[in-house]
């Protein structure tokens, strides 16, 4: 029987390497570490990766395994759920991997000017009501400009469609540079050979994402380059919803389409 939540939770308070800052616990307080990442935890000057939305933890874990000249920072809220990749790493002894418990909203509080080099966005709620609620808006990109260095990456791997859709027409409004794009992930070029660095990162696969391949849904990905110095603004288009419910998500609004 796996622990609740109150166990989960009193494990991770005495982990070293996880970060506990939720709205209310931040709101007046600045935090401590901002701009001290590399120095005062990682005790180096390796390139930091942001895993926001990391659930279990599973790419954060993953990409620490695969890159040990790298440092990877997993961000969620949900810390029940955070609790299965920090365990994980503590019990391997994995010395490149943290995270935040924190409210994504209030990321750039976290993080200063060019501290962070990649983002990876691993199946996010495409939060297709509202624009700003989703991870790859402009509202959001906003924030990482002030911590990620000048076209540094971002990574989104999704199985929505819709999400995949409002972001690439979010790159291509704002002339963002694409490196790669695919709506069938595990049938593009990047995975035609198996011993490559890039199918080793895009084969780890979380808990989430082997229920919606075993429903026979695609794997999108995209991989863009986040400019300082553009404006940025929204796309006035339209998307057609996505049809069904992931798991663990709210139910999907009735309406058809939505910008």
Not at 183 to 189: A, F, I, N, Q, T
Request: aromatic letters at 14%; glycine letters at 6%.
């Amino acid at each position: 029987m796996s622990k609740n939540k109150l166990a989960k939770f009193a494990d991770m308070a005495g982990y070293s390497h996880v970060f506990e800052y939720p709205y209310h616990a931040l709101e007046n307080v600045p935090f401590p570490m901002k701009g001290k990442w590399g120095k005062e935890f990682f005790h180096n000057d390796n390139p930091i990766v942001l895993e926001l939305g990391c659930g279990r933890g599973e790419y954060t874990v993953g990409l620490a395994k695969l890159f040990p000249e790298k440092n990877f920072i997993g961000v969620d809220i949900k810390g029940a759920r955070m609790w299965m990749g920090a365990t994980q790493s503590l019990n391997e002894g994995l010395k490149n991997v943290a995270f935040l418990r924190t409210n994504i909203e209030l990321i750039d509080r976290f993080f200063s000017q060019d501290e962070v080099s990649e983002i990876w966005l691993t199946f996010s709620d495409p939060q297709m009501k509202k624009a700003t609620k989703r991870l790859t808006s402009t509202y959001f990109m906003e924030r990482y400009r002030k911590f990620l260095v000048n076209n540094g990456l971002v990574h989104l791997k999704t199985d929505s469609n819709f999400l995949f859709t409002y972001t690439r027409y979010m790159v291509q409004h704002n002339e963002l540079p694409m490196q790669f794009c695919t709506d069938d992930l595990y049938h593009s070029s990047l995975t035609e050979n198996p011993e490559s660095q890039e199918a080793r990162i895009l084969s780890i696969q979380t808990y989430y994402e082997q229920q919606w391949m075993a429903r026979g849904l695609n794997i999108r990905y995209m991989r863009f380059e986040l400019s300082q110095e553009v404006h940025l603004s929204e796309p006035d288009v339209e998307i057609e919803m996505d049809e069904y419910r992931s798991y663990g998500r709210s139910k999907r609004s009735s309406l058809e389409l939505s910008k």
